[in-house]
């Protein structure tokens, strides 16, 4: 074997070693190793190509696809208007982020990893202001950008993608990561929601867009987790709720933001906001939770 040879044979070796290392870091069930498995997590996650997320994204993508009917096309059309300040400034290598809709009893918004954002429709029947939305999209695009999904997924698949990278079958990782359907369980983690919460707010203000919206929303959200109408089933199911750092912490986090008073959401948007709301209209007050 030549010396170049054995050279990068040495250094790939040494690297899948690492990997392995890593992995079961990862594993390790100490409290004490949170910050490493976190850290490490992210360091993985930077050596898997993007076209992983980008198919696992799409598979996914696929089985939300399956709840849209009843959703007029313009619906989504106009959504993506709505959002489309925010598409121009969140960096998504070969990837262009999709903002549509799926019919759903439950406020909540849900993004895949290769830039699928899904608005659930009772989502868009509480909210009452486009900033709201905004805040929303800037949120979830958070959780693209950083590949929160894609370090949820390792986290699970620590032990097979392990061998993977021992074996170089690259483009099988998202058949290892069980492909999407590991995606429509999966739950960030409430430091993963702090980043996205956080960064969205960079977004919007990149966006010359005001980031009052968040504060609007988490108590919009507030209001629903109180309402003494929505059934027990609805909450223990209501993933935005129960995933996310408790409505209060977020809620004083928003009010501490700078506030944007020069800043206005732009007449394309707020007239994409009202279509929307003729097809989603806000239910009556005190009737919030049903």
Not at 15 to 24: E, G, M, N, Q, R
Request: glycine share 6%; with cysteine; aromatic share 8%.
């Amino acid at each position: 074997m030549a010396d170049s040879s054995v050279a990068s044979w040495a250094t790939m070796t040494n690297f899948k070693i690492t990997i392995v290392i890593a992995l079961a870091v990862m594993g390790a069930g100490c409290d004490t190793l949170s910050r490493v498995k976190d850290s490490t997590t992210r360091q993985v996650v930077d050596f898997i190509p993007r076209s992983v997320d980008k198919k696992i994204g799409e598979i996914a993508s696929m089985q939300a696809e399956a709840t849209m009917d009843g959703v007029p096309s313009a619906a989504h059309a106009y959504l993506g208007e709505l959002v489309q300040p925010l598409t121009n400034v969140a960096v998504l290598p070969g990837m262009k982020p999709t903002f549509r809709i799926v019919n759903s009893e439950l406020p909540n918004a849900f993004a895949y990893p290769d830039g699928s954002i899904f608005f659930t429709s009772k989502l868009l029947e509480i909210a009452e202001t486009p900033e709201e939305i905004l805040a929303v999209a800037g949120h979830e695009l958070a959780h693209v950008t950083q590949r929160h999904s894609m370090q949820q997924l390792v986290t699970r698949a620590t032990f097979t993608l392990a061998l993977n990278f021992i074996v170089g079958d690259v483009a099988g990782l998202a058949d290892l990561l069980n492909t999407g359907s590991s995606l429509l369980n999966l739950k960030f983690s409430r430091d993963h929601e702090r980043d996205a919460d956080a960064i969205g707010a960079i977004f919007l203000e990149k966006s010359q867009l005001p980031r009052q919206g968040a504060a609007l929303f988490f108590r919009r959200m507030k209001e629903f987790e109180d309402n003494k109408t929505a059934t027990k089933e609805t909450m223990k199911y209501l993933s935005f709720l129960t995933t996310h750092p408790a409505t209060e912490e977020r809620i004083a986090w928003a009010n501490n933001l700078p506030t944007d008073d020069n800043l206005k959401v732009p007449a394309a948007q707020k007239k994409a906001f009202t279509n929307l709301k003729k097809i989603f209209p806000t239910a009556p007050k005190g009737a919030v939770g049903k």
